[in-house]
């Protein structure tokens, strides 16, 4: 399927001659109800660039053109069964502009400061929305990147601001998605543990942040033994899609099985979507909308 072609100049165009018209679309976008009635949720995930990870499978570069990004999620989001996206305000402004974002969930990114690769990628501060933004702009809430590595001193930074947002975004009643991690630093890299132990702890320090759980949702990866590792919340839960490896159809079906669990009410993926092997945006998503709604809408 070809993805739309997307003008890059018009929408540097109205950068920089009309600025103010990014505010009017937020304000008069159309708006839906975040859960529908079988209350369950796909989204397509578009925050990784903000935080240097541009790499997908063995192309390092793979998200570096904007105007290709866009048009992946372009096509995404017009698929039936796709509820909304996640993303940084860069993104999500010119998805509004290309007017992919009328009667769409939209979840911003609240925190992209640990640059993959960097020095200081376990400081993950907050460098885009806050809570009084996404209100501000009729957004549906805040995702958080809160990963927990005990031999850095920083961890209790993340942890205090990521509970401050879920705070603030429950007081707004808007939607507070936290991405937990236990995390270490091996050989110079970041690694995020993905064995269930470490996921049920990442869990149970993640649902604790914030003065009310009422609005918090978890964004988790799919790892093993994975009904223990969901009896460890009650917080409705999306899973992750992550740097896609191996056969695609073998993924999908780890899918397919997770969403069978109660706490599990959909997924929230981005390069496994948006870059399939074959290039295909719109068929890997409708797979996806299938086992999320069990039929595409």
Do not use: C
């Not at 860069?90 to 990114?109: N, R």
């Not at 603030?168 to 690694?191: I, K, N, T």
């Not at 009650?234 to 159809?249: E, F, Q, R, S």
């Not at 998503?285 to 999320?292: H, S």
């Amino acid at each position: 399927m070809t993805a739309p072609r997307v003008n890059v100049a018009d929408l540097t165009e109205i950068r920089a001659r009309e600025p103010h018209r990014i505010g009017e679309e937020w304000e008069n976008r159309r708006l839906r109800q975040v859960v529908r009635r079988d209350g369950r949720m796909l989204l397509v995930a578009a925050d990784h660039p903000a935080r240097a990870a541009l790499g997908v499978r063995n192309q390092p570069r793979a998200m570096a053109s904007r105007t290709d990004l866009l048009e992946r999620l372009v096509t995404a989001l017009a698929r039936p069964g796709v509820d909304g996206v996640l993303g940084t305000p860069d993104i999500l402004d010119d998805l509004l502009l290309l007017g992919a974002l009328e009667g769409k969930v939209v979840v911003g990114s609240m925190n992209r400061g640990g640059l993959q690769g960097s020095s200081f990628e376990l400081d993950d501060r907050f460098t885009a929305y806050r809570a009084s933004d996404l209100a501000a702009l009729g957004l549906d809430g805040g995702k958080m990147l809160t990963r927990i590595a005990f031999d850095d001193p920083g961890t209790v930074r993340t942890l205090e601001s990521s509970a401050q947002a879920v705070t603030e975004l429950a007081e707004l009643g808007l939607m507070a998605m936290v991405e937990p991690f236990l995390s270490q630093r091996r050989d110079g890299r970041v690694v995020n543990l993905l064995d269930p132990d470490s996921v049920i702890t990442s869990i149970h320090v993640a649902s604790a942040l914030g003065a009310s759980s009422a609005h918090t949702w978890l964004k988790l990866p799919v790892v093993d033994d994975l009904p223990r590792v969901m009896d460890a919340t009650t917080l409705p839960t999306l899973l992750l899609g992550g740097d896609p490896v191996g056969d695609p159809h073998e993924t999908y079906a780890s899918w397919g099985k997770a969403l069978d669990l109660p706490a599990v009410r959909g997924l929230v993926v981005g390069r496994a979507l948006l870059y399939p092997p074959d290039s295909d945006v719109g068929a890997a998503v409708d797979i996806a909308a299938e086992l999320v709604h069990g039929v595409s809408r």
